[in-house]
């Protein structure tokens, strides 16, 4: 059993920054990928920026230039670091992490979320 629990949200004005942290625990061998996705009400789920445990990323091209995702693979930790945020930035933001717990159990696991708010 794997529990992510993210921290860092809140609400802050356009143009401000805030950094989102997510920390796993449980039963972990590795993970092999982390990510942040966001949900703003009536929208769906979409991906953020993801990162391996290579060090490779991925963001989505409204916060590219913006946003920078890193991880600290001892701490089985990854963290979001936010800047330049926009009122369209506000949705609740989940950590996603695929998890492996054992030789061919590998599973993905969901935070439950933290609100971002961005004020104009």
């Known amino acids: 059993q794997v529990q992510l629990v993210e921290s860092g949200g809140g609400l802050v004005q356009a143009g401000g920054s805030l950094r989102l942290s997510c920390a796993a625990s449980g039963t972990i061998f590795s993970i092999n990928a982390m990510g942040w996705y966001r949900q703003a009400p009536g929208k769906q789920r979409e991906l953020v920026a993801t990162?391996?445990?290579?060090?490779?990323?991925n963001y989505a091209d409204s916060v590219k230039g913006r946003f920078t995702i890193s991880r600290d693979n001892a701490e089985n930790t990854v963290s979001l670091q936010m800047n330049s945020l926009k009122p369209e930035d506000t949705a609740v933001y989940y950590c996603?992490?695929?998890?492996?717990?054992?030789?061919?159990?590998?599973?993905?696991?969901w935070g439950q979320g933290t609100q971002v708010t961005v004020s104009s």
């Open positions: 990162i391996t445990s290579g060090g490779s990323t």
């Open positions: 996603n992490a695929q998890v492996l717990a054992g030789f061919n159990s590998q599973n993905t696991y």
